[in-house]
């Protein structure tokens, strides 16, 4: 047992006497009168150093701060790919993504002329959640198909706001320009990435500058309408994916430039839902989970985030690319602290699930597991291990402490090229959390047992046909 699980042994045995006591054999459920809310808050390429509580220097995000002072910090958290369209694919159905198609062999996204989407068959946690009698709304980016068919409001959501994909998508660049310079002075109508409300589009472009400020009032607006409850709130931002807007009260604000000004209005953000929760008397019926979708857009220099200590950024397999801030916050459930247990963002299906009554779907694999037992303090997680594909291929495998690369990449144009190891990397993420040194040939048993580890994981995973490859017309 290592030093990650130490403190919930002891808690453990100190918990027998109680259990004991009290007769209760089961994990402490908060006591509701009915199911509690669940709000879901992502970033689009945000790194895990780009918040003051996650070591950031000098961007502003009390809220967020807050959020982290009061609830649960993980710094072992994962989004389950380093692009958008799988890790989202994935936080919805608790499925690696390779199961439901959601990757390509050429294609690592959904763009504008894709032809696929999400499959109905999956079943969503606004499904699954919708069938338990709570209300749902996601107000943001969806990127996981923008047809008709494939829309949130196909997919179990009862209301949507926001962009049907990526907001550096749709290219309307005036001649000569190159995407490049475009992105770093970006102007609302070089992109015309329509806002949608349900399944109506009414604004074409954008207008990115508000965007932020929209989606907040859209989602303070669902919580004020739905405060009998139980709701789930899925609130995916669209920045700070490039090109970065802020509007006019936040731009020029921070001391980190126009990055630094998007994430301190997504902060402001989360503070005006945390108010809303407060205003509305739920916050302590209310889990909000606030993570990543994939690390920071590193190619993108300044108008891109830092993942801090880690190595790599959005793309990549190395820890920058997937390991991503994971605030979890509910008052008088959730006591504050710091864990060093591994999560996913894919267990937020089965964690929500699970708070709120209900079975994850039994006629299919389901890779995301209960992380109540961390949230509440009574136990280690569930999750020991994490996978890291890119484009639908297994670069790395973690379990514990120990991580193995089978293949190291960089992306969008920085190092290293593409190396497939003979031997694997191995790094002991708790003593290196940089994957700066390789211990594989002084280390031969964990790189056994990890290598080990991620033959088995591999022999019992099932991949769909991959979705992303089929765009345009032919
Ligand atoms: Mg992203």
């Not at 207008?207 to 139980?230: C, M, S």
């Not at 992380?371 to 495998?397: I, K, N, Q, T």
Request: net charge negative.
């Amino acid at each position: 047992m290592d030093g990650r699980h130490r403190r919930h042994r002891l808690t453990a045995i100190a918990g027998l006497t109680l259990l004991v006591a009290a007769c209760e054999l089961t994990p402490r459920t908060p006591t509701l009168d009915q199911p509690p809310n669940i709000v879901i808050i992502t970033a689009d390429d945000m790194g895990y150093g780009d918040l003051g509580s996650y070591g950031h220097p000098n961007i502003r995000t009390p809220h967020l701060d807050r959020m982290a002072a009061e609830g649960q910090r993980w710094t072992n958290f994962y989004a389950q790919a380093p692009v958008c369209s799988p890790s989202r694919a994935a936080l919805l159905t608790g499925r690696v993504h390779v199961r439901s198609g959601m990757f390509g062999r050429r294609q690592g996204v959904f763009f504008p002329d894709s032809r696929s989407g999400l499959p109905d068959e999956e079943v969503t946690l606004a499904e699954a959640l919708g069938e338990l009698g709570y209300a749902t709304g996601i107000v943001g980016k969806w990127h996981l198909g923008h047809l008709p068919q494939y829309l949130p409001t196909r997919h179990g959501f009862d209301s949507w706001y926001g962009i049907p994909y990526s907001n550096d998508m749709d290219q309307n660049l005036p001649e000569g320009l190159t995407n490049r310079s475009a992105l770093f002075e970006p102007e609302i109508d070089y992109w015309q990435v329509p806002l949608i409300r349900n399944e109506t589009e009414f604004e074409r472009p954008t207008d990115q500058t508000t965007l932020t400020r929209r989606y907040t009032e859209e989602a303070v607006a669902f919580i004020e309408a739905n405060r009998d409850g139980p709701f789930l709130l899925y609130l995916p931002h669209s920045m700070p994916h490039v090109p970065l807007f802020a509007s006019d009260e936040f731009r020029e604000q921070s001391t980190a430039g126009i990055y630094g000004d998007v994430i301190e209005e997504i902060d402001w953000s989360v503070g005006q839902v945390i108010a809303a929760l407060d205003r509305a008397g739920v916050s302590e019926r209310t889990l909000v989970v606030f993570t990543s979708d994939n690390g920071p857009w590193l190619s993108f220099q300044t108008h891109g985030g830092t993942s801090g200590l880690l190595r790599g950024g959005k793309g990549t397999t190395f820890e920058g690319g997937m390991r991503v801030p994971g605030i979890f916050w509910w008052p008088g459930t959730i006591e504050p602290g710091v864990t060093q247990e591994i999560g996913s963002a894919m267990d937020l299906f089965t964690t929500a699930i699970a708070l709120a009554g209900g079975q994850v779907p039994d006629d299919r694999p389901i890779d995301g597991v209960d992380l109540s037992a961390v949230l509440f303090d009574e136990g280690p997680s569930p999750r020991d291990v994490m996978a890291y594909y890119r484009l639908g291929e297994l670069y790395a495998f973690r379990q514990g402490r120990y991580k193995v690369h089978f293949v190291t990449e960089g992306r969008y144009g920085l190092p290293p090229e593409r190396t497939d190891h003979d031997t694997p990397l191995l790094f002991d993420l708790d003593q290196d959390p940089s994957e700066r040194f390789d211990v594989a040939a002084e280390r031969p048993e964990a790189f056994d047992a990890v290598v080990a580890a991620a033959e088995r994981y591999r022999a019992n995973m099932t991949f769909a046909e991959p979705l992303f490859d089929l765009r345009g017309g032919s």
